[in-house]
């Protein structure tokens, strides 16, 4: 055979390899997401077509988180429904199928489930805009199961531009959650209507349905803290009772932790953070009476760096059958137009601590992903830094444990380069902990003696969980791509690293 001709069917076999892999890539994405198929509803098949569409370019950016949730490619925001159902947990998420930014004019509801909370199935979208009813886009509400035992979407109706104010619809879905049709006598709930005041904004939104006593109530953004009560069980039917007080900031949650409420708002108004209330509710007279308040998830700090990069943001809730109240949030801020925007943080679990204020973890599922573990214990560092050897990767869970000595400050360094000219920093001086630049003022508890730095590291994404999550910090970083090193250091003094840990995390998604 001539040189020529092996030269050429050598070329045509590494080609074939080649598109061989990459079908199987492109495959692995498509069973990810739900297989083409034409639905009874044309918008939720264009829709689901338009995501699939941009599937590969997302793939294509290796920033993108690998153990966290998120929908396979174009934006997505809050989770606007979290309930658990017949085995699964149901997060339902808001989706501009159509771009990688924010829906304004298109937000639909996306839809996933998982039995763990590490592993997520993608499901159709729930909602999309009835355009045809003057509809702009779906914000966010809450998903729950009524009276006679049917899955309802609570959502708020944002009219097209120059139309009437926006309103509380619902939907009915089947029992598995998959399909959704929207009531015909919406709006459910409406503005100056069953007592609702006239004071309340035009653009009040993010219903919340909750129960205490035996009875069902729900709440709302730019409402004044309004609380309605459902009439009937199938919850069509609501009159004004009460108000929560002051609730700045969207996507209220209320949630019964013990004997207490627990009030979570995203962006007050002298805070763009994610803060909380906790105090007692009179359900008689729909009122709830705060006595202690603060800051749940630091963020950015009190400044965005700009509109949507707020850390761990725009939060729902939900009990499950383990009797775990379960917090999901968005995470937004991500850089640019790669085919994606948008993921949400890990699922944390919430409790009130011995003062009364809330603490929060990661499930203790997302174990389940640890691979790698590298260890190192009673580390003494005298002005100096210290490299852990065998700890490198951009998906890392890291938990340190550092003992005070006389050191000026102390912490962690992690997406180190090699040369050490580059890296996220974690540091404590006392007084202050500073997260990659969020300043966050800690001081360690009458008789501890231990600062402990939960953090879990996904490509672009940072969560920071302290002393059992007494404080937390979430932040996009923009690391450089070969910055992987994990550093322990003491400046100006001695400190001891009790023990570290760093295991590398295994991806829930193909990458």
Known sequence: MPPTTTLLMLLALLLASACTVANVLADDYDNRWPAKREYADP????????????????????ARPIYHFRPPARWTNEPC???????YYHVFYQLNPTGATWGVNNTHWGHTRSKDLIHWEHL??????????????????????????????????????????RQQWAAIGDDDLITWKKLAGNPVIDREEAGVPATVSLNWSDPFVFRADGKTFVTFKDSGGTVCQALTEELTRWKYVGSLGRVPGECPNFVKLGEKWLLITSAGRSTQQLCYQVGMFDS??????????????????????SAFS??????????DPQGRCILFGWV?????????????????????????????????????????RVRAEKLTLRDSGLVVKGARGDALEILARFQPGDAAAFGLKVRRSDDGSRAVTLRYDGAVLDVAGTKVPFKLDKG???????????????????????EAVTRVIDPGRKDLGVEVFAEDGTATVRGIDVWTMKAIWPH
């Open 332 to 372: 937004g801020g991500f850089k640019g137009d790669r085919g994606w925007n948008g993921c949400h943080g890990l699922p944390r679990i919430l409790t009130l601590g011995a003062d009364g204020r809330p603490r929060q973890t990661p499930v203790p599922e997302r174990k389940a992903l640890r691979g790698k």
């Open 124 to 165: 159709p979208v729930a909602l999309y805009p009835s355009r045809d009813l003057g509809e702009r886009r779906c914000n966010s509400g809450c998903v729950v199961i009524n009276g006679k035992g049917q899955p309802m979407i609570f959502y708020t109706y944002v009219p097209q531009k120059g139309r009437t104010s």
């Open 448 to 470: 501890q003696d231990t600062l402990t730095l939960h953090v879990f590291l996904d490509k672009s994404l940072m969560e920071v969980f302290v002393n059992d999550g007494r």
């Open 81 to 87: 429904g979290v309930i658990h159902h017949k085995g």
């Open 43 to 62: 918008a939720i098949t264009a829709a689901m077509e338009s995501v699939r569409a941009a599937i590969p370019k997302a793939a294509d950016d290796p």
């Open 284 to 305: 008689q007279q729909g009122q709830f009476k705060a006595n202690k308040s603060g800051i749940l998830d630091h963020g950015y700090g009190p400044k965005w760096p």
């Open 310 to 319: 707020r850390g761990f943001y725009a939060t729902n809730t939900l009990i």
